[in-house]
């Protein structure tokens, strides 16, 4: 026993232990809303959590969870309710169990011991449960009417049992599918030999194979055998390894830019070359493959929501749903982690600001139940997750007295609704008057906005007073590689992360605005002004202080030429150009920090290596955008 | 040994219901040629079992079934019909039908059938 007390062993188990806590809890909210139906599901996670708890040294857990298994499973429709908030009561305990493991404290167990005894109040409800046979039925083929004829079976058997299952599935027979074997899970005071009579008897049935089921146990453990062979074997790998893996990469394909190189110089054979290019190929196949393992599905943060959501709703009176879309779809390890705190946040806001109390939502004719929609897609090279509620929408009239009262804006001046969007995320502004338990004062929504731009992504706001607020968080799918527009300027190689750009436009010269006064340039996209920034003269005359505004113009003539390439790139509603000479295309690298000096200018936010040992200096819009709102 | 209701729009069928049944030891104690005959005859001779025939003119025997469970919902039916009505074959299980024959259908067939709704 003593080897289980390692550390390596509480990490494991304190992880597997969350894991199951999310997964009771998506089981138990499924039972509420259908209590009809059994969840195996459930059964299954408990059933883990039995094995687990034996062997990580709590017997007395182990033994009552099993307790709850055997409850869950033998209880009648009636009792379902009762059990599930029994069980969500020992689903947090569970949760605070886990809290004082991670924390080093001696975990106070006493409070399951109330759990038990609340257990023996559920007598009343357990059902006598006979014997539990499972049976394999085959048809003669001659047979043409199947489904009817298992209904017919089913029916019988039902005199005399209770069918816990069928396969195919009632549902299915009942559609009229065709089969040839039949799969009857029952639990009967009969005994086998009676049960046999009855199938036999029944016409077109040929065979039937019965067999004594031990408890409900060993059906969710052949269940779990099943699942098992499914799923592919997986190992768990820490994150440095992987990083480590991708920077040894990076080196490796340094290494190898020298070999072709010192190759060169001594004219190297054909067959140097085709093994150098079949290395070279190796290595960026591995470099995808990692990437790809750095990817995890979003559902492993998402699983806890739905059980968040239903509390907030009880504990504020609000009938919530929330729907969650592509939560396969993955994201980078280092991000999702930090994905918690902001959704969690996001959705508190959702249910407690956006939704409405059913009375309210009755009068203004919309379902009393609240949705809540989590949607995650894929967006070009991001990832989008937006969370929208069909709840009272953005009242702008109050953030904007709000705004002013608190002196953010000056009175009198009317901000569009985008501003205001900037306004929200930006500064501790709460438009409820009230602070609640459940979202606070509203504080946050700059912390929620600190971390998703910290993870190179950034927040939408969309909102239609009344009916809905929608809030697009936009994250990279990988901040391990960044696709990135390679630019040469007079022979200086440089890059701007393909995030946000919109579009790349070749534009007659003739088409370029210029403000004699302020020295700048702009274009005409789509009826709207974009200023211009000249990265040629920028670079060349303006390096010691880019957030200086003005932005000197002097392009020397023998570079004009009749048409330039504009980058234009668009974060929320501000769009920017980038004049650019010669465009060199896409290409994913690795982003590496850059340091001090250049960092401290603001106009890079990272550099990378190229094959030949090539430094690349990665341009930040971001921090043009903002120097150009202020020329 | 039971008293039948045979329902049917076919006489023929009917008549060859009626003899194998009889041979085996029930009584038929009426017949019926559509769905609102079946529900006359039931209320007049409450039988233990009824073949009902499910499509026939006018009322058809699931429209029949159901009238006759309303009145008597321990009403046993089996159902006999022809390949191919299979979904009428489920829905008639549904409705409350206990067992079903499709014709052409073997003797031994329907005797079963007849015994296993008597269980």
Known sequence: ?631 | MANVLIVDDSKYLRLMISKILKKHGHEVVAEAETGSEAIEQYKNFKPDVVTMDIVMPKMNGLLAMKEIMAIDPKANFVVVTALGHEPLVRQALKIGAKDFVIKPFKVDQLVQAIENVLL
């Open chain 1, 1 to 631: 026993m003593e080897d289980f007390e390692t550390e390596e062993f509480q990490d494991v188990m304190l992880l597997e232990l969350t894991e199951r806590v999310e997964e009771l809890n998506t089981g138990l909210l499924e039972l509420e809303k259908n209590p009809k139906k059994k969840s195996d599901r459930i059964l299954h996670t408990l059933h883990s959590l039995k094995g687990l708890f034996s062997l990580s040294g709590y017997p007395q857990l182990s033994s009552m969870t099993h307790s709850m298994e055997n409850l869950l499973s033998t209880i009648d429709s009636g009792g379902v309710e009762k059990v599930v908030s029994l069980l969500f009561q020992y689903s947090d305990e569970l949760q605070s169990l886990a809290n004082s493991l991670r924390g080093g404290k001696t975990p106070e167990l006493l409070r399951f011991d109330q759990l038990t005894q609340q257990l023996a109040s559920f007598d009343d409800f357990i059902v006598n449960l006979g014997n539990k046979f499972g049976i394999k039925v085959l048809f003669s083929p001659d047979c043409k009417v199947i489904s009817a004829r298992t209904l017919v079976l089913l029916k019988k058997l039902q005199k005399k049992a209770t069918v816990e299952r069928t396969v195919p599935p009632m549902e299915e027979i009942q559609a009229g599918i065709t089969f040839k074997e039949l799969f009857v899970e029952l639990t009967t005071q009969e005994d086998e030999e009676a049960i046999t009579q009855i199938i036999e008897e029944t016409q077109d049935v040929i065979s039937a194979n019965i067999s004594r089921l031990l408890d409900s146990v060993s059906t969710v453990e052949k269940t779990s055998v099943m699942d098992d062979s499914q799923e592919p074997l997986n190992v768990r790998v820490g994150l440095k390894d992987l990083d480590r893996i991708i920077q040894l990469l990076g080196e490796l394909v340094i290494s190898g830019q020298f070999i072709r190189e010192i190759g060169e110089q001594q004219a190297y054979s054909r067959s140097f070359k085709e093994n150098l290019a079949s290395y070279e190929r190796t290595i960026s196949n591995i470099q995808d493959l990692v990437i790809k393992m750095r990817l995890v599905p979003l559902e492993t943060i998402l699983t806890r929501f739905p059980r968040m959501v239903r509390d907030l709703g009880q504990k504020s009176d609000k009938k919530v749903d929330l729907i969650i879309s592509g939560k396969h779809i993955g994201v980078d390890r280092s991000v999702i982690e930090q994905l918690t705190n902001p959704l969690t946040h996001l959705l508190r806001n959702a249910v407690d600001h956006g939704i409405e109390l059913p009375a309210d939502r009755i009068k203004k004719k919309k379902d009393e139940r609240g949705t809540i929609r989590l949607n995650i897609n894929h967006e070009r090279s991001d990832i989008v997750i937006e969370i929208k509620d069909d709840g009272c929408g953005l009242d702008y009239k109050k953030i904007s007295k709000k705004a002013k009262n608190l002196g953010l804006i000056p009175s009198g001046t009317d901000l569009t609704h985008e501003e205001l969007h900037a306004l929200l995320f930006s500064q501790n502004l709460s438009t409820t008057d009230k602070t609640t338990e459940i979202s606070g004062r509203g504080v946050g929504l700059n912390i929620v906005k600190e971390i998703v731009e910290e993870i190179g992504g950034n927040i939408e706001v969309e909102s239609e007073p009344g009916k809905f607020t929608s809030i697009r968080l936009i994250i990279p799918i990988s901040v391990a590689i960044t696709k990135v527009l390679m630019l040469s300027i007079q022979e200086q190689r440089l890059a701007i992360p393909m995030a946000n750009i919109d579009q790349i436009l070749t534009v007659p010269i003739d088409k370029i605005l210029q403000d004699s006064e302020s020295n700048t340039k702009s274009i005409i996209v789509d009826n709207t002004p974009v200023p211009l920034i000249d990265l040629t003269s920028f670079l060349n005359y303006n390096s010691s202080s880019p957030s200086s505004t003005s932005i000197t113009n002097k392009i020397r003539s023998n570079h004009i030429t009749e048409k330039e390439n504009v980058v234009l790139w668009r974060k929320g509603a501000r769009t920017l150009g980038f004049l650019v000479k010669e465009l060199l295309g896409e290409r994913d690298v690795v982003i590496k920090p850059i340091n001090n000096f250049l960092s401290q200018l603001g106009t890079f936010s990272g550099a990378t290596i190229l094959e030949g040992g090539q430094v690349v200096l990665i341009l930040d819009p971001m921090n043009f955008l903002e120097t150009s709102i202020h020329a």
